[in-house]
Structure formats: structure tokens, C-alpha cells
């Protein structure tokens, strides 16, 4: 058998029983392996060969499922949760059992957060969520693009709306911190500034008790009128009402990735001036010239993620991190697949790891792998926590 896991061939694993590897480290590694042999041989070949955007809406259907039942979610957690004391963080009041969450896109109706805990995810953000329920963009609107490692996605902030994901998201018992992601109603109602920041108030303010921190999403590439809330001016007349708004939640915003040193340099001196704790770097990119785009025909329209984004959202990470002095939080995501890419964000900058593409193409067991394989990796830097590998590379 050739097929890896954390780096270890299966006859490896029992080579490092004699080199002092725990039960515990045993059981994890060679449980990963047979599972992601099952979904590299049985699991991805039939997904991959069906349209994305079904498998997304069965495996969504499927996940409730099994988030109703002690049993199922039980089970769920043995097959995947991974612990240790060494990955455990408070941030802003907020413990997290491990760095790495499900980036907002995936769970854009917050259906899925009984059985993520049992995935073994640290946290999870939900939506996009916007002021009125969003049918999205016209379909086709996901694609795979294999062999770049990466997604195209042009859903345009398809939700429920605020009012409906809030009393879902009330009535749960939430065993993992939640952030919820906001945006503006993709259409032409909102597409005027003031209509524009009438939505995300309406929307935030919905979830101002609700969950364990907030982002507000000024990147979505996919919507109608493009990502005007990048602008500096406009960004501040937003922030502004967003700060009238009384809540002890943090607040994030997920950056635009195809942006300068210079534009990222004059939302930071917006953001001086308000209630922000942090950044998420970042969100899709837009551009078609990007050298790691591996796939001879991908869609004209949507926003690429995955492999492709990877360095981009890397530099955004260091370039923050050093510009605040490491004062903010960062979340970093885009192209993580290993627990090398997501320590590769850590020690630029980032506290915290999102993913979706990395899960969709390795598999829900790369949740696993990356937390035991950071466990390893801040053990050989000689690190007791992952915290102190934060910007390590930078400092």
C-alpha cells in the first residue's frame, strides 16, 4: 500500500509502535487511512463524476440525517474527531478545541451544525447570509476543477434570509463556537449603497445574539453589483451602522483576495476606526491569469478557490499580520488540503484555518489528519501550543 496518511505509509505505522508513537496516535493514523482509502477508491470517484452542486444538496441532506441522533453522531465521531490539549485556544473569549473550521459557503442554511462537532471541526461559520432569502445566480453554478485542485463557484449568496437561519440558529444547542457570515441580498434592490448597508444592518443585527462571532463578508466575487463594500468610503459609512448595533460578539471581515497592498493598506485605516477584531483572508479569486490554474476549460464566470487561491490568501495573511503587529485576529483560508498548508498559515499569521475545498477533494477524515499532523508538527518546532507558532515566521 502506497497511499499516505499524516505522512505515514501503513507499514510505517507499525514501525513507530517501536519508536514511542501513543495507542492513541496508532488508532487515529490507521483509522484515517482506511478511510480515506475508502474515499479515494469508492467514495470520490462516484461524486466526482455527478454534478457538484447535487452531491453538495444530497450530502447536505444526508449530514441532517445524521445529526439527528445520539447514535449516529457518536459513531460519526469515532470515525473522524481528533483532540489534543496542544491545539486547544482562547481567542476573544471564545475556546477553540482546534484551529481548523468549515468555511462560510459551505453551510450556507446552518443545517449542519449537529453533526459538524462530530466531523471534527474546532468551529464553523455559517451562510452567507443576507437581509431576504436569495435563490443565488442561475445554474450551472459549481464546477470541479480537478486537476488545478480547486472550485469554481458562482452560487451568488444563495440563502434562506436572516429571518429564517436566525430561528433555526436560536433553537440549537451549539457544542462548537459558530460564526455567522453577512452579506447583502444579491440583487438590484440592493445595489445602491444605502439599500446595500440597509441589508447587511438587517441581517446582522438578526444575529447579534446568536452564535459566537460575526463576519462581514465585503468579498463575495458572484453578487450583482460586484464588491462595493471594499471601497474605503463605503466600507466606512457600513461599518459605522454596523457599530450602532449592540453585541458582545466579535466581528470579522472576510477580505477580498485580488487586491493591493495599497487597497488592503486603506481598509485597515477604515477599520482602525471601528469594531473589528479580525480578518478572514481570504475569499475567491476572480482572475483567469492566475499560473496555477492546471485545467484547460474553466468557467468564464465564478469565483476560484482551492490550490489556486492558496498563495494569494498566504501573502494577504504575513502582509496583515505584519502591518497590525499581530494586534488582529487572522483566519486563514484557501488551498489548505494537509497539515503542512495549514501550518504554513500559521506560522504567517493566522490563529485560525478554514477549509471546504481541501474536505471535498482529500475527504471529511483531512479534518483529522491536519489537526494530528499540526500536533506533530509544533512538537518538532518545540512549540507546547499552537498559539506560539502564530506568525512565527513573520516575528
Not at 474515499?39 to 447536505?60: C, G
Not at 487597497?263 to 479580525?278: P, R, S
Request: hydrophobic letters at 40%.
Amino acid at each position: 500500500l502506497v497511499l499516505k496518511t499524516n505522512n505515514l505509509s501503513f507499514t510505517d505505522l507499525l514501525k513507530n509502535c517501536k519508536i514511542g508513537i501513543t495507542m492513541k496516535e496508532l488508532v487515529v493514523a490507521a483509522r484515517n487511512f482506511i478511510f480515506k482509502l475508502f474515499y479515494k477508491l469508492a467514495l470520490k470517484p462516484v461524486f466526482f463524476a455527478l454534478d457538484p452542486e447535487k452531491i453538495h444538496d444530497r450530502a447536505t441532506t444526508f449530514g441532517q440525517f445524521l445529526g439527528k441522533y445520539t447514535l449516529t453522531r457518536t459513531l460519526a465521531g469515532w470515525l473522524f474527531k481528533y483532540s489534543h490539549p496542544s491545539l486547544k485556544q482562547s481567542i476573544l473569549d471564545i475556546t477553540f478545541e482546534n484551529p481548523v473550521g468549515l468555511a462560510a459557503g459551505f453551510d450556507k442554511n446552518a443545517l449542519l451544525t449537529d453533526i459538524l462537532p462530530s466531523v471534527g471541526f474546532g468551529f464553523v461559520e455559517v451562510g452567507s447570509i443576507t437581509g431576504e432569502p436569495c435563490p443565488g445566480n442561475p445554474g450551472p453554478r459549481l464546477w470541479r476543477l480537478k486537476k488545478s485542485k480547486a472550485l469554481a463557484v458562482h452560487y451568488g449568496l444563495k440563502n434562506d434570509g436572516c429571518e429564517k437561519i436566525s430561528q433555526r440558529l436560536k433553537s440549537k444547542k451549539l457544542e462548537i463556537p459558530i460564526g455567522t457570515s453577512i452579506a447583502k441580498t444579491n440583487s438590484r434592490e440592493t445595489a445602491e449603497t444605502e439599500a446595500g448597508i440597509k441589508d447587511y444592518v438587517k441581517a446582522y443585527r438578526r444575529f447579534a445574539t446568536i452564535g459566537d462571532y460575526s463576519t462581514i463578508n465585503i468579498s463575495c466575487p458572484n453578487a450583482f453589483g460586484g464588491e462595493p463594500f471594499s471601497d474605503p468610503v463605503k466600507l466606512d459609512k457600513l461599518l459605522t451602522e454596523i457599530d450602532k448595533i449592540t453585541t458582545s460578539k466579535p466581528v470579522f471581515i472576510k477580505m477580498p483576495v485580488d487586491v493591493s497592498e495599497k487597497e488592503i493598506d486603506q481598509i485597515l485605516e477604515v477599520v482602525k476606526k471601528h469594531k473589528i477584531q479580525g480578518f478572514i483572508c481570504a475569499n475567491l479569486t476572480k482572475k483567469r491569469d492566475n499560473p496555477k490554474i492546471k485545467d484547460k476549460n474553466i468557467p468564464g464566470k465564478g469565483g476560484l478557490s482551492g490550490k489556486i487561491v492558496e498563495e494569494l490568501s498566504n501573502r494577504q495573511i504575513a502582509y496583515l499580520y505584519r502591518k497590525t503587529a499581530g494586534k488582529c485576529i487572522i483566519m486563514g483560508v484557501g488551498g489548505v488540503f494537509s497539515a503542512k498548508d495549514a501550518y504554513k498559515k500559521i506560522k504567517l499569521g493566522a490563529s485560525l484555518i478554514q477549509m471546504i475545498t481541501g474536505m471535498i477533494f482529500e475527504g471529511p477524515q483531512v479534518i483529522s489528519e491536519i489537526n494530528s499532523g499540526l500536533v506533530k508538527l509544533i512538537k518538532r518546532d518545540g512549540f507546547k501550543n499552537i498559539s506560539e507558532a502564530v506568525g512565527y515566521d513573520i516575528k
